[in-house]
């Protein structure tokens, strides 16, 4: 069965912190990697990895993925509030939909 | 360039009872699927549609349907509500590849459903 997994499922840190989420995953006919954001109801793309060892970059976040142990990192440098929301990983399989993990729920303490 | 629209935004029903929602996809997009996201999970996937038609389907009970219309736009109906049926239904819109897979989804804000 595939399966996405994200740890930790939650994290307090205070503005300024970096964190690192995790995401790995179990799936046949991989095609991508995603990450998503969601504050409140509406998850907001952030990221799409195909291939590994490229690290893309966004402002304050990066992500890169590991196709050979099968997992993604999710960075944040010099959290703020703003940040505080769940982030989604999803895999994309060949022939199929997204699988999603269950979240990391974030919270960024002034 | 409007992005994806569900509607109801909140609705309360009863067990027994049946639910029609609703979903407009991004302008230029001719994909959506459907899931169904309970507090404190991830999105799981329901079905989704293309060229009206249920082209790949979740792990979900034939208690959920659906329907695409020649305009894109497309429905969520569920019949015989369970209380576990409570959750945020979240439509996303993608463009179809000819390669057979998903392309990146962009999601409505949802529809919170309750089932007393």
């Known amino acids: 069965e595939d399966k996405v997994v994200q740890s930790p499922l939650s994290l307090v840190v205070h503005e300024g912190d970096t964190v690192t989420l995790n995401c790995s995953y179990e799936v046949t006919n991989f095609r991508s990697l995603l990450w998503y954001k969601q504050e409140k109801k509406a998850p907001t793309f952030l990221f799409m990895l195909t291939s590994s060892g490229i690290e893309k970059k966004s402002g304050r976040l990066s992500s890169i993925l590991d196709k050979k142990e099968l997992f993604s990192i999710l960075n944040i440098t010099a959290t703020q509030t703003g940040d505080s929301a769940i982030y989604l990983c999803a895999v994309s399989i060949y022939g199929q939909n997204f699988v999603f993990g269950p979240g990391t729920r974030l919270s960024v303490l002034p | 360039d409007a992005g994806v629209t569900q509607s109801p935004t909140h609705l309360i029903k009863t067990r027994g009872q049946q639910v029609t929602l609703r979903c407009s996809p991004k302008s230029g997009h001719d994909t959506v699927s459907w899931y169904q996201q309970a507090l404190g999970q991830g999105p799981q996937f329901i079905f989704q549609?293309?060229?009206?038609?249920?082209?790949q389907r979740g792990n979900f009970p034939d208690r959920f349907s659906g329907h695409q219309f020649p305009n894109y736009s497309s429905e969520l109906n569920v019949n015989a509500l369970l209380l576990g049926d409570s959750a945020l239904y979240l439509c996303a819109s993608s463009l179809a590849t000819l390669a057979g897979y998903t392309g990146e989804l962009f999601f409505g804000e949802g529809s919170r459903l309750t089932v007393l």
């Open positions: 549609y293309y060229e009206e038609e249920e082209r």
